[in-house]
């Protein structure tokens, strides 16, 4: 009898166990007090994937951090309208990636969520995401087109860097955070220069009035020769200009003229003699 009951025993804490989660074709996943979180997906998955609104009866509310990392093969992907969030590192790595759907629930998206996915070509940041997380969308090189909607209110650092086929970033005109001019992304009081598309070329010019230039707000802005900062800005974040190769002269206020700097900001090759003052006018 007690090798009996000691049976029972196990069976049942291994059917508890059992209980926090499982596999359901190319998906692993856990179940808690929220809902489903989708945990995992084989390498090997291929083609187009729908992520099903619930799973042994409880909604999956969440997309986990690392979940898609490196699954090459998927082509598309349907996030159901039960999911709020998506994690860190999502789809990091989802490199034949051209299409996914990311429904109105979702109020959040993790950083680096869909950094190196190189054939996104568009993707709808849907009213009702509050935050786009640091790198989001770092490195999404087939990129064309982004817009921010009216919800968001907080862009991390670099989420659109290296998305050297977006020439420019559009915002809704009801966003109480950020506008855009120009395709170029500011604070709502045009005081604050956060983000400029990787793929804008040519010469560029800060609006007159800006004080302050955001952490890598043009990294990696290889298509920019000449930028012009009027005498307005006071400051100007770290490593700015890092990966701007194709710069060949920036205007910008004499408090930015040392070597450290040049450094700082990510213009070692141009100093000394690409630097130079901007026109009096421009205050």
């Given at each position: 009898m007690p090798v009996f009951k000691l049976f029972w025993l196990l069976l049942c804490v291994l059917i508890l166990e059992g209980c926090g989660g499982g596999r359901q074709g190319v998906l692993s996943y856990e179940i808690g007090d929220a809902g489903v979180t989708i945990t995992d997906?084989?390498?090997?998955?291929?083609?187009?994937l729908v992520i099903p609104?619930?799973?042994e009866g409880s909604p999956v509310t969440s997309i986990g951090d690392n979940a898609f990392w490196g699954c090459g093969g998927l082509t598309s992907i349907t996030i159901p309208d039960s999911v709020t969030s998506i994690g860190e590192v999502a789809f990091w790595?989802?490199?034949?990636l051209t299409s996914i759907i990311i429904p109105e629930t979702v109020t959040r998206?993790?950083?680096m969520a869909f950094c190196r996915c190189y054939s996104l070509t568009s993707i709808t940041i849907p009213e009702g995401v509050t935050s786009i997380g640091r790198g989001a969308f770092f490195s999404c090189s087939s990129l064309s087109s982004i817009t921010i909607p009216d919800s968001v209110t907080s862009i991390g650092e670099s989420a659109f860097s290296r998305c050297t086929s977006l020439t420019e970033i559009s915002?809704?005109?009801g966003n109480a955070s950020y506008k855009s001019i120009d395709g170029v992304v500011f604070s709502k009081d045009d005081k604050d220069l956060l983000v400029c598309p990787a793929g804008k070329s040519g010469y560029y010019t800060v609006p007159k009035g800006v004080t302050k230039i955001g952490n890598y707000a043009f990294y990696t802005c290889n298509n920019l020769?000449?930028?012009t900062i009027p005498e307005s800005v006071t400051s100007i974040g770290d490593l700015v200009f890092l990966g701007?190769?194709?710069?060949?002269?920036?205007?910008?206020?004499?408090?930015?003229?040392?070597?450290d700097e040049a450094s700082r900001l990510g213009l070692d090759g141009l100093w000394p003699d690409?630097?130079?003052l901007p026109d009096s006018s421009s205050k």
């Open positions: 997906c084989e390498g090997s998955a291929e083609g187009e609104n619930e799973i790595n989802c490199s034949s998206i993790g950083g915002v809704t005109p020769t000449s930028i701007c190769d194709g710069l060949t002269s920036i205007n910008i206020p004499q408090t930015f003229h040392s070597e690409g630097f130079a």
